[in-house]
């Protein structure tokens, strides 16, 4: 059985799932173990596998769904990843959730490249169908807490808020515990999308898919750029810098 070594700063889900991939790639037949490396003690990190085959269905369901949009004008695709205190979920509140939708010319009346109308979800339709619903959980929902209680990620939904801001009053959390590992999976499976060339097929050009929450944090931003190697966000971004959102 194979191991891959990583130091502790680089453990990020991104590489988890890189290094995965590529030891596959060089001839693995499962996903190896991984040890990470911390001050020099060896750490295991467990449900590698198990992450990869969440990414995978979190995925199918998202073509799913898109498969089905036939509306004309679509012109940009919604990851809403948002927590509130009021979301409860297995004994948890402030917890996640995360929905796609869509949104078309007609929406946005025809709004210029980098105007808010465009690009700001609050005027936005937001005819959203669940992905991670606390409200109805699927397996994808059951699928995540198992992965958050595999992983030792616990009080999920509770904030620091005594290291959110940094000396500057700039914001640097990452939102409620859960709710940056969720980005990520939402992150790697719109990247995988636009990799795959799905969205391009099913919509005949290039769109954007943006990862967001009601408000516009870092970590949105950051999650939205490695969701669009290719540089499909690219008039979102310019759009958000516009608006003094970034």
Not at 131 to 136: A, F, L, P, R
Not at 162 to 174: A, L, V
Not at 197 to 206: I, M, P, R, T, Y
């Amino acid at each position: 059985k194979s191991i891959l070594c990583l130091k502790s700063g680089l453990c990020s889900l991104e590489s988890i799932v890189y290094c995965c991939d590529l030891a596959i790639k060089l001839g693995v037949r499962q996903a190896p173990t991984l040890v990470v490396v911390n001050d020099g003690a060896f750490e295991k990190y467990s449900g590698v596998a198990e992450i990869k085959k969440f990414i995978e269905a979190a995925k199918d369901a998202v073509k799913s769904i898109i498969e089905d949009w036939n509306e004309e004008g679509i012109y940009a695709i919604s990851f809403f990843v948002e927590s509130n205190g009021a979301y409860e979920y297995n004994g948890f509140e402030n917890v996640s959730m995360w929905a796609i939708s869509y949104n078309t010319e007609d929406d946005c009346d025809g709004a210029d490249e980098l105007d808010e109308e465009r690009w700001n979800y609050a005027f936005w339709r937001q005819d959203e169908t669940s992905i991670i619903d606390i409200d109805e959980p699927d397996e994808c929902t059951e699928a995540l807490y198992k992965w958050y209680e595999e992983q030792g990620i616990e009080n999920i939904g509770f904030e620091d808020m005594d290291n959110m801001y940094d000396e500057e009053c700039n914001y640097i959390g990452k939102g409620p515990v859960g709710h940056y590992e969720l980005l990520g999976i939402a992150a790697n499976v719109a990247k995988k999308l636009q990799e795959e060339g799905f969205v391009a097929k099913q919509f005949k050009k290039s769109l954007p898919i943006i990862i967001h929450g009601l408000e516009c944090a870092w970590y949105d931003i950051e999650a939205t750029q490695k969701a669009n190697p290719n540089g499909e966000a690219d008039t979102y971004i310019n759009a958000m810098k516009e608006m003094g959102a970034i």
